[in-house]
Structure formats: C-alpha cells, structure tokens
C-alpha cells in the first residue's frame, strides 16, 4: 500500500481553541494547567484525525504555543541575555511568550525578539538572535514528552524539527552584518550540531519512527559556501541512527540538487505542486534505499485537486518506486483552514469546490487507492464526486465578469505616471500645512469587546442597520476626539466596522467568497479568515467613502482614506488558480482606483494604500523577481496614479526585509511609507538610507505587536536615529502597525509619548 503521511497540521484548533487559551493565560483569566490541558486536547485530536484520513505517522513537533521556529530556538537555548535566562536551567513556557510578546505572566518585562514572514507567506517566525561563540544546549523537553505523548494514545510517530542550516540561515545577529547568507554564521554548526545529534537520539529514544528535519532553504538560491555545509552536517547527524527525510517546500530545488547526491538521509520530500519538473531530476540521482515523499496536494491553497491529472504523473513513479513512494500535501497544512465540514452557510456551489486540511488528507487516501489499485464502492463514488466538482468549477458562468475582461483590456492605456513628488509635495503642503515630524497612526485602533458584540449582532440580524451605524459613528467620534486631545497631525476614523484589513473588503467587492471558520494562524494568537477569491473582481459600489467622509466631517485636521492594496489583497486571500495571479492583481488594482477617485472626490486629501505583503509575494528564485515586481508595482500605480497632485498616497509595510527591492519601493512612488523598524532596531532603514529613497518615510517607532508601553526617551532615540540616516523634513513619526489588537490604556499613553517626542524635536 502507497504510504501518505503529512508535514504538519494547523494547530490554532478549528474554533480557534489554543487563540482563547492563550490570550485567557496572558490576561489572567486562566492557568498554566488549563493552557497546558488544551494544547494537549488539541493535539491529540489533531493526531486522532490525521490517523484516521490514512496517514502511517503523525506529525509530532508541528505543534508550538506561539511560534515553531521559537519553540526550537527556546528547545537549543538560545535565548537572548535581556531575557534573564540561567544557562544551566530549563527555559520555561513564559520565557518563550516574553521572547515573542516582550511579556508574560511571570517574568521581567522585555524588548520582544524580531518578528518576520516565512518564506513567501503570510505567516510570522520570530527571528532566533545569535552572537559569535553562542552556546546550545537541550533546554526544553516538551518535543519528547509530545512523542511520548503520541505514542501512549496508539499512534505512529515521525517528528519534525527545523533543519539546522536553515535554522541558522534565519538567525540574526549584531555581528552578522551581511544577511541571511553571512558565512560566519557556519562557524557555529561545531556547537550546533552535536545538540541536533543529541535531540535525534532522544527522539529515537522516545520511540520516533522518522524525523522530518525541514530546510526550506533548498528552495532559494544559496552561496556555494552554504551548499557545502550540507554533507558534513547530516554526516553527522546521520549518526544518531534514527532514518530521516529531508522536506523542502515554497519552490523547486534546481541547481540546489546536487547537494541531495551527498546526503545521507534515508528520503527527500519535494514541492511538486510549486514545482512539479524537480521531480525526474530528483529521480535520477535517487539512491535505491531512498524514498521520495511527493507534495502533490497544495498545502497553500484550498482549491480541491485534479486527482485524475496527479494520478496519471505519479503512475510511472508508483510503478518505479513501488513502496519508495509516499504521498504528502506540499508543505506543512498550517497555511489552510482545519476542517470544511464546518462551513455549513458557504454557498454550495463554491463550497464543492474547496478542500481544508481534513479534506486534504482524504484526497490523499483517495489517491493512494487509485495508484494501489484498491477499489471499494465509497473511494469508487468519492473519485467521480472528485472528478465533478472540478469540472463544475472550470464549467462554472460565475467565474467571468465581461465587464470587468473588457476594462482589463483596456487598462494598458491607462497612465501610471503621477507628477513629480517633489512638486506634489509642495501642493499637498500647502494644502495640509503640516508641521515637522508630522505625527499619525497606521489606520485601526482598539477593537474592544463591544465594537467586536456590535458587528457581530448586526451581521446576526440582532440590531437593525441604523442601529448599527449609529454604533459605529459613535466610536468614530470618540477615536476622532481622542486623537485631537493626543495631538495627532493626519487622523484616522479607527475601522471599528472592520473585521479584518483584507476580509472587510473582500466582502465588498465581487468575486470574493467568505468561511465562517476558516482560520488560519498568522502570529501566536493573531489568526485570519483569508477571503476566497474564485471569479473576476468587482466593486459595485465605495466601501470605505461613507466612514471617512462622515471622520472628516468630525474635525479640521486630514483624516486618511484607509485601503488595503491590490498585492496584499491578492497575497492575503486563497486566490484563483485558473489564470495568473498578475491578472487578478490589476482586477484588484482598478477596483481600488475607483474606490481612490471617490475619496478624493468626497474631500479626503490623505489615503493610505497599504501593502505589507509586497515583499511576501517576492519569488523565492531570484530569477523571478523582476516579473512578479514589474507587475506588482504597477498594479499598485494602477490603483493611485488616479490621485490629484494635492491628494496625499501613503503606503504601509511590516515585518519584512527591503534592502533587495528598495528600488521596486520607490518604483511605487507612494508620497508616505510607514514601515516597522522599532523591533529592528531602526536596522531597516539602512536600505532606505543607501539607497537615498526620495520620498518621505515614518519609521515605526512603537512595536505594537507586544503589550509593552514604550517610554519617550527610547522612542525618542529611534527618531534620532532615524533622522541621522533622513532628512528631518522627510521623517514620519508613527507606529509600526495598526493598533486594533492593543487596548486603549496602553494605545492613550504610547501615543501621547509619541506626540511629545515629535513636538520636542521639532524645537532642537
């Protein structure tokens, strides 16, 4: 029989189970053992799932209570000193949330480490701080007691552990100036591996059938001196007598495949839905005790799979390998929605057409049975539901809109040009009059228990729409005073009708399909209900005009228009698979256009068109760069370069590495960037410094991502530091990022600090 097997499996529970134990431990409601008693629950229904779809093992070490790249940090030692860690002492459980939050129940309050996107997606790694000479030890137990947790409830176990050079290779580190690839940071794998040798021999202990060691980095392109690393680490981890598979996923191997033919590891798993062509390559320098586990299921994606069009690929491979071959989802399901049995109000037809986690596994059994030839009535019946479904799907009348095919058409003679930006800075400044350091937020502020019963109610049909809307311009108001009292200079009317930065206009727009539980993690506790984008994109009517319109009417200070922009609703949202995602990106961009042209005709001279995932989308093989970034920019310049001279674009990027597509950030020609750079130290506007970007910036200087409360005096270093790169009269002063998830008291006394700071630098 064809084994499956999967790389991991969401772990925010399908209710988001772990998100209400977590934040009920951080604020005190709950316990240690009641936070421990649901990770336990949930796993183990996690496990009894993923046996029951048909995988041999389960994924143990998938798991991890904020982040897995900071669970194996805090597992090695490495804890930065600020931490108060003893080095001979277990880290425990608050430790690791005061790493990612900067607090936590028990425990000194502390900077948090760097937060980060994984690979090309939407999800957030804390970034591991190393220095020269840094130590490694087994200093946390919790992967082996979840081994032996499994094995008591009856299952088989593979265990997955971040590979060592990619762990590594997304370190950072004072010392280590030149980036993820910096050479220096190999003189640490003498420390290093001996502790993956030791974990290794204790899971084999434990009773661990496989270990699934991750390196991602095989999907980019590496320097030479990193290839090489490859053989004599898993020389030596091969050592531990334990058989390992090597999981690469994001993208191909290709020119990284020569370092396979040196490894001794006992199987390869591939991304053959990124990239299928790997695979006779890989087959070519496969050695006869290896197996190869093929990611023939999109594990990024939710559309349900073309089993006939898979299962004619792999044939051949099945008859060559026999039980060499397993079948595996891509990557790890972390990345999709747990179960679609619960989306029971999602419109049918497009509701046939999905496939979550749980689904996933079974169209893996499915598969398995067709390449075994193991027919039965129910996977007889399942096949051809299968088989129907995408039919209807590529069949369906509601996928194409003419209108919006005829203006797509059209929109290659549509300028992308704005005036230059040092004239349309002298018309919005005399239309703004705004003063040095001019002070803002990023768009949301507290969404409080009532705003969230509010929305809930109305959408429930509890509360009529006038009550409703009364309700939210109420809250309008109060954000608009408060932040006149505070001293803001450009307003923000506080999105309190907003759900979410991308599903709020996803619901608006054409197109677009919505679960009512299909979470998935983005950081720690933050999950997010991607919107489905399964036809053309339009926009019947504004979506954000009449809220700002009424904000604006509220004061004589600028409130800005708030948009979230084409690249992030595209990269955000589970997107189409039928045609390009650049083409759905400009149906996007010219839906945004409109909605553009209607603010500034409403009276709204400030608009923010935030994209935080321009970076995220980047292609991992920098051979694709330049036509992901052509099209990206451009269709961001399709949605702005409808503005007037006098009306004001800002755009809004986090928690992401610019140095190498500076030039596609200019290239946007945004007036305003608002980016994060308080965990980084200001580290982040070196690209923008050397680069000497040419429009004005505000660079974050409240984390908003931990419950800290800044004091003036560092904010007020980071501003310096800031203006010792920048020209002064080109400085922003700002948060990192929009306030929705903080509370108010702690929103009121950052912010006020950040207004004095500004208005103290004005005058020295």
């Known amino acids: ?443 949301s502020f507290p969404q409080t228990a009532d705003i969230r019963r509010t929305r809930r109610d109305w959408r429930r049909g509890a509360i009529s729409d006038a009550a409703y809307e009364t309700a939210m311009r109420e809250e309008i108001g109060k954000v608009i005073h408060f932040q006149e009292e505070v001293g803001l200079d450009v307003l923000v009317h506080g999105e309190a009708e907003r759900n979410d930065m991308v599903e709020y206009f996803g619901e608006l727009l054409g197109g677009f399909a919505f679960t009512n539980n299909g979470w998935v993690q983005s950081y720690g506790s933050r999950c997010v209900k991607p919107p489905i984008i399964y036809g053309d994109v339009v926009r019947p009517a504004p979506m954000t005009v009449g809220w700002t319109a009424y904000a604006q009417s509220l004061t004589d200070k600028p409130v800005k228009g708030m948009l979230t922009g084409p690249v992030t609703l595209l990269q955000w949202s589970f997107v189409r698979d039928d045609q390009p995602r650049e083409v759905t990106c400009r149906q996007l961009a010219l839906a945004l256009r409109d909605e553009v042209n209607d603010l500034q005709s409403a009276g709204i001279s400030v608009i923010q068109i935030d994209e935080p995932a321009l970076r995220e989308g980047l292609p991992l093989r920098r051979k694709h760069w330049s036509v992901y970034l052509r099209w990206a920019v451009d269709s961001f310049r399709l949605a702005t370069s409808v503005a007037q001279d006098c009306t004001q674009i800002h755009t809004h990027m986090c928690y992401s590495e610019f140095n190498d597509i500076i030039e596609s950030i200019a290239e946007m020609d945004a007036d305003v960037i608002t980016i994060e750079t308080s965990r980084s130290n200001m580290q982040l506007l070196e690209a923008f410094e050397s680069f000497e970007y040419p429009n004005d910036i505000g660079p974050g200087v409240y984390d908003i991502h931990s419950p800290n409360i800044p004091d003036a005096q560092w904010m007020m270093s980071l501003v310096r530091k800031a203006a010792r790169r920048l020209p002064a009269e080109r400085i922003w002063v700002n948060p990192d990022c929009g306030l929705k998830t903080r509370g108010w008291k702690e929103t009121g006394e950052a912010l006020k600090s950040m207004v004095s700071v500004a208005r103290a630098l004005r005058y020295t």
């Not at 993208?251 to 990124?274: S, T, W, Y």
């Not at 996977?379 to 539901?385: I, M, P, Q, Y």
């Open 1 to 443: 029989m064809t084994i499956i097997h999967n790389l991991g499996f969401p772990r925010i529970g399908s209710q988001r189970e772990l998100k209400a134990a977590l934040e009920g431990y951080w604020d005190g409601r709950h316990g240690m053992d009641h936070l421990l008693a649901v990770g336990k629950a949930l796993r183990r229904h996690h496990w009894d799932l993923q046996r029951k779809a048909g995988s041999t093992w389960v994924p143990v070490g998938d798991f991890a209570w904020y982040d897995h790249i900071l669970e194996w940090s805090a597992l090695l030692g490495v804890v930065p000193e600020r931490f108060g860690q003893h080095p001979a002492e277990p880290v425990s459980l608050d430790t690791v949330f005061r790493m990612a939050r900067g607090r936590a129940p028990s425990g000194v309050p502390a900077a948090a480490c760097e937060m980060t996107k994984w690979f090309d997606t939407n999800y957030h790694y804390i970034v591991p701080e190393i220095a020269p000479g840094q130590s490694f030890r087994v200093a946390r137990t919790e992967l082996f007691e979840h081994v032996a947790d499994a094995r008591e409830a009856g299952h088989r176990v593979k265990a997955v552990i971040p590979g060592p050079l990619t762990w590594l290779w997304l370190a950072k580190g004072a010392e280590f100036t030149d980036g993820p690839a910096d050479p220096r940071k190999l003189e640490l794998l003498a420390a290093l591996v001996p502790v993956y040798v030791e974990v290794l021999k204790r899971l084999k202990d434990e009773g661990a059938e496989w270990v699934q060691v991750d390196e991602p980095i095989l999907a980019l392109d590496l320097p030479s001196v990193w290839k090489r690393a490859f053989a004599p680490v898993y020389r030596a981890l091969d050592a531990a007598g334990v058989p390992t598979l090597l999981a690469t996923y994001f993208e191909g191997l290709n020119d990284n495949i020569d370092v396979l033919a040196d490894l001794p590891v006992h199987g390869v798993h591939l991304d053959l839905v990124r990239a299928p062509e790997q695979l006779d390559a890989v087959l070519d320098c496969l050695r006869p005790d290896q197996v190869v586990s093929a990611g023939v299921i999109d594990g990024r994606n939710i559309w349900r799979t073309d089993l006939d069009a898979v299962a004619k690929y792999l044939r051949p491979v099945a008859t060559a390998l026999g039980d060499r071959l397993w079948l595996a989802p891509s990557c790890s399901l972390l990345h999709v929605p747990v179960d679609l049995r619960h989306e029971t109000a999602l419109d049918d037809d497009v509701r046939s057409w999905l496939a979550f986690a749980v689904q996933k596994l079974e169209e893996l059994a499915l598969l398995a049975a067709e390449l075994d030839g193991r027919h039965t009535a129910d996977s007889t019946r399942a096949w051809r539901h299968q088989q129907k479904v995408v039919a209807s799907r590529r069949q369906s009348p509601r996928i194409h809109h003419a209108r919006v095919q005829e203006r797509l058409r059209n929109a290659d003679t549509v300028s992308l040009v704005r005036t230059p930006f040092a004239q349309r800075k002298k018309r919005q400044q005399q239309s703004l009059g705004l003063p040095l350091f001019p002070t803002t937020t990023i768009g």
